[in-house]
């Protein structure tokens, strides 16, 4: 995948920040593409992350119900972006669109 489509890029970028516990490395196996590459699409979109974790401090702490429930609200739009993600970059290996 030597030139991506701008879309595709665009959406790569997008999963990374969606992840903020994720690193690009861990993201471009995911899309199956260099993590240099990943990385210079991060760069030049100027996304950055804070380094290390965040002090958020709930004021009550959920229940394990809850915390299961939000766990998993996150795991399904993580792997619904992937599919699209992958979606379409099967559609342009297969030619079937137009970048």
């Known amino acids: 995948m030597k030139n ?3 879309q595709f890029q665009a959406d790569a ?3 990374y920040q ?3 516990e994720a690193t690009i490395r861990q993201v471009a196996a995911d899309l199956g593409i260099n993590p240099e590459t990943l990385r210079n699409w991060v760069r030049a979109a100027g996304v950055s992350r804070l380094r290390g974790r965040r ?3 709930p004021t009550e702490p959920p229940t ?4 299961e429930n939000a766990a998993l609200r996150m795991k399904v739009r993580e792997l619904e972006e992937e599919r699209e993600i992958l979606r379409k970059a099967a559609e342009y290996l297969a030619g079937e669109t137009r970048w």
């Open 4 to 6: 991506c489509p701008p």
């Open 64 to 67: 394990p119900l809850e915390a």
């Open 13 to 15: 970028v997008a999963l």
């Open 18 to 20: 969606s992840r903020p």
């Open 55 to 57: 002090a958020e401090v």
